[in-house]
């Protein structure tokens, strides 16, 4: 549903630029506007899930500059001179990332609300591992999920999906 931010910060706007999904784009938005709107109601990218809206079930997560935030609570000016990827970003061509073929490959999709979020968070944590050239623990693949919630999976087959990513199993 389109929020009406007028009324929140009467006529306070600000210019954009950003780049979305490897696309440069330019927005006059509202200041008092979220992430999450602005990837929904403003680039109809409607793979972002709106879950909670306060930052506790990670299923609105989306990379900036390549690490998690989490989107109903991050203001969408601040995206300016950054780097978005969305859901929508995660394919390469017809490709699905590594991390979407490893939950598929270990049954860790069941409803799909969470998984969105839930690849975004993964492929945070899998640059983090990358940069810094660490091949994580179960403890911290579960940490790495901790603000993700699934109600279906139970979990185990999606930290058994984020260990196939640093085992090459
Ligand atoms: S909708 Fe953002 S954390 Fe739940
Ligand atoms: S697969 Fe249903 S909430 Fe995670």
């Known amino acids: 549903m389109q929020k009406d931010y007028s009324t929140k ?4 706007t600000a210019e954009i630029e950003f780049t979305v999904n490897g696309a440069k784009l330019k927005r006059k938005i509202p200041c008092s506007m ?15 899930k709106p879950g909670c809206n306060e930052g506790e079930c990670g299923a609105c997560t989306v990379l900036v500059n390549g690490f998690a935030v ?3 609570l991050y203001p969408a000016v601040n ?24 939950l598929i490959k270990y049954g860790a999709v069941q409803c799909g ?13 899998q640059n983090i591992c990358n940069n810094n050239k660490i091949t994580p623990s179960r403890d911290e693949i579960k940490k790495s999920i901790e603000g993700n919630l ?8 999606i930290i058994e999906a984020i260990e196939s990513l640093f085992t090459n199993i």
Do not use: W
């Open 113 to 125: 609300f969470c998984t969105s979020g839930m690849v975004m968070s993964i492929k945070s944590f």
């Open 79 to 102: 995206i300016h001179g950054k780097k978005l990827t969305t859901i929508e970003g995660m394919l390469n061509g017809t490709k699905l990332d590594p991390v979407q073929e490893a």
């Open 70 to 72: 989490n989107s109903c």
């Open 34 to 48: 979220l992430l999450l709107d602005l990837i929904r109601d403003e680039l109809s990218l409607t793979g972002t």
């Open 9 to 12: 910060v009467r006529d306070k």
């Open 150 to 157: 699934c109600r279906c999976t139970g979990y185990v087959s």
